[in-house]
């Protein structure tokens, strides 16, 4: 289960640097709609939809992260299922199937703060029927349990940073001879946060494994489109970031040229753009040396 936790890790370094600290976070659910989310938070739809830049409200995904307007966003207590007591925390009764990792992100916390909160270990098993104690954003503001860049420095990350603070990017020459992901048309390092590439595609052409291996994370992440991560033997996690749309589920076997999705535009830069990572053992490698089989 080694690579499940290391692929975790990655996502939350991810997350944590594509999100500013003063952003407020709803992570959809199932049966939700923009609407209704927009009614929770007293904001108008078109408000919503454009702080979002959201086209289409129908094709909301549950899972999706969505930004608040600071102005109109409540306590994260809101997303609760019990009552916040008189010292900033509420009660949730873990139902099956349920993780540390999906409350954390569904609470809009770190998980660290989790942990810290219920006394918990990295190596602790939660069990049905467990009730934990889940704070509040004000009690960890106030210095309660760990905040939200506890867990980017677990990851040896750093702080948390807005999405272009990590993109400081140089320009390399593309070497026909190397086969990427998708057709480069320019290849630009990560000099930042993140170490890795920005490959320059063609909008929607199919992002292709380099590799055989076993997906073990898919799913959206703000600032990097919809995001695959593929586990090869030897330690290798391979991260394909800024898809439109994924072709692949979490545990599925893929080999050399498998497609994983198809490339998206990027919302900054507004060019269609793949973010890939490689790491060995938890350590970012340069992406043109890693294996390709």
Not at 127 to 141: H, K
Not at 200 to 214: D, F, I, R, Y
């Amino acid at each position: 289960m080694n690579h499940r936790y290391r692929a975790l890790g990655l996502l939350l370094v991810l997350f944590c640097l594509s999100v500013s600290a003063e952003d407020t976070v709803h992570i959809v659910q199932r049966g939700e709609t923009v609407y209704s989310i927009a009614r929770r938070y007293g904001v108008s739809l078109d408000e919503m939809l454009a702080f979002n830049g959201i086209a289409d409200p129908r094709t909301l995904q549950v899972g999706l992260r969505l930004r608040i307007p600071r102005s109109a966003a409540p306590d994260n207590s809101a997303s609760a299922t019990g009552a916040q007591d008189a010292s900033g925390y509420i009660e949730h009764r873990v139902a099956r199937g349920e993780t540390l990792y999906g409350l954390a992100r569904r609470y809009d916390l770190s998980l660290e703060a989790l942990r810290s909160a219920n006394n918990l270990s990295g190596n602790s098993v939660l069990r049905e029927g467990t009730v934990l104690r889940v704070p509040s954003r004000r009690v960890v503001e106030a210095g309660g349990p760990a905040s939200a860049s506890d867990d980017t420095r677990t990851a040896g990350a750093g702080t948390s940073a807005p999405v272009d603070s990590a993109r400081q990017t140089e320009q390399r020459s593309v070497d026909q001879s190397i086969r990427w992901p998708v057709s480069a048309r320019e290849v630009s390092y990560m000099t930042s946060k993140l170490y890795g590439v920005i490959l320059m595609g063609e909008h929607a052409e199919a992002v292709k494994s380099l590799t055989q291996g076993t997906v073990v994370s898919t799913g959206p992440y703000r600032g990097y489109g919809k995001v695959a991560i593929v586990q090869r033997t030897g330690g290798y996690l391979y991260v394909y970031g800024g898809c439109e749309s994924l072709t692949v589920r979490e545990g599925d076997r893929v080999n050399p040229g498998t497609e994983l999705g198809k490339l998206g535009i990027d919302a900054v830069s507004l060019k269609p753009q793949l973010f890939f990572l490689v790491y060995q053992n938890n350590s970012p490698i340069d992406p043109a040396r890693a294996p390709r089989t």
